[in-house]
């Protein structure tokens, strides 16, 4: 079964940290692009696509800057071409200020039955901080409101190892997240990304970021937190509670195949060793490709045999599941331990071998960055 993206390009104000593909909110965008989307899904239905979807992500970018009336437009053409399963998973990304009673109501009605809350943090000097346009107030508003609209599938980003942040601040937000009590908590620690403007303030001396100790720190105290609290730690920045994994992020990490639609969005095929296809981001050119009916995306990669057997353990371990021998042997005819001892007897202390299968420990994943390229 496959996954479908579709990437909504567009913030009411680009965020200093952030280096997704998103550009500043027009009324005219707003109001063309998802056409474009639309003349998208219907040119992969007649080359290629097929077959129902059992999750969709309206990713972003602020997607709930569309109106419900054009998510359910959307989510009619995907019926119409290609099915949805029963049962199918639909997260829609919000950003608390974007979101009001009405439309909430309005994206529950259209189908959407997930909702990804970009709170950040409770803390209103480091929402300041971030350039996010939202408060604290506001952002549990949002909660509350995506509660009373029927959300019982919610998701919660939070961030840590900010600047200037303490550990009784982390703790502080921790609580108010767990107050909250969403199903779904995906905790990321702030980098500085290049070519963003916390990038320039960082190597300018404007901005200090926590040192690494602090992060390590605050990427174990969440671990210990969340999970005391009965949240599964499930993928390296993923916690979910009684079993509300997000099942579309798990098929990525899993090389399941999905279509991605829009402007900077990419594809996976999983035939043969498989092959990732992108749209480029680039607004225009997009248009253009999309209205003169040719195809929008490009090739991205290409996997042969070894390529991806290291892209199933890079993504396997990201993930408490982790790799299970049986299906690396049924797959590429090999166990872990025979395609890379070496990497395993190096890593030794921070991989779990349980019946058959095997993972990081939480310690393992802090250092996921390094002790991987071992398996590269
Ligand atoms: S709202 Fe999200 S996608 Fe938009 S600029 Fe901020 S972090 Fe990036």
Request: a negative charge; charged letters at 20%.
């Amino acid at each position: 079964m496959a996954g479908l993206y579709l990437h909504i390009p567009f913030c009411r104000r680009k965020c200093p940290y952030c280096d997704f593909f998103s550009t500043p909110a027009t009324e005219f965008l707003l109001e063309t692009y998802p056409d474009l989307l639309i003349r998208h899904l219907v040119w992969a239905s007649e080359h290629g696509w097929s077959g129902s979807f059992d999750t969709i992500y309206f990713g972003g970018g602020t997607p709930s800057l569309l109106p419900p009336k054009t998510i359910a437009d959307i989510l009619h053409t995907i019926k119409q071409r290609f099915g949805l399963t029963h049962n199918a998973e639909i997260t829609l990304e919000a950003n608390p200020g974007t979101v009001t009673q009405d439309n909430l109501f309005g994206y529950r009605d259209s189908g959407v039955n997930r909702l990804s809350l970009g709170l950040q943090t409770c803390n209103d000097k480091h929402l300041t901080n971030l350039g996010r346009l939202h408060d604290r107030q506001e952002g549990f508003d949002a909660f509350g409101l995506a509660r009373i609209a029927g959300f019982d599938n919610i998701s919660l980003d939070l961030m840590f190892a900010l600047p200037g942040q303490t550990k009784e601040e982390l703790e502080c937000d921790l609580n108010d997240y767990l107050e909250l009590d969403p199903e779904h908590l995906s905790c990321y620690g702030l980098t500085a990304e290049l070519e963003t403007p916390l990038y320039q303030q960082v190597i300018s001396g404007e901005m200090n970021l926590p040192d690494e100790d602090f992060y390590a720190d605050a990427f174990i105290g969440v671990h210990d937190k969340l999970s005391q609290n009965h949240y599964d730690h499930y993928e390296i920045a993923n916690y979910a509670k009684n079993g509300r994994t997000c099942r579309h992020n798990l098929g990525y990490w899993q090389r399941r195949p999905y279509l991605g639609i829009g402007a900077g969005a990419h594809s996976f095929c999983a035939e043969d060793w498989g092959q990732r296809r992108e749209v480029p981001p680039d607004l225009t050119a997009y248009r253009d490709l999309v209205f003169s009916g040719q195809d929008p995306t490009q090739h991205l990669e290409g996997f042969d045999r070894e390529s991806a057997l290291s892209e199933t353990v890079y993504l396997g371990l990201r993930t408490r599941r982790g790799v299970a021998d049986s299906e690396l042997r049924q797959r590429f005819g090999c166990t872990l331990q025979e395609a890379f001892p070496e990497a395993i007897k190096a890593n030794a202390q921070w991989l779990l071998h349980h019946n058959g299968r095997w993972a990081l420990t939480p310690a393992g994943w802090l250092l996921f960055d390094r002790l991987i390229l071992s398996f590269l």
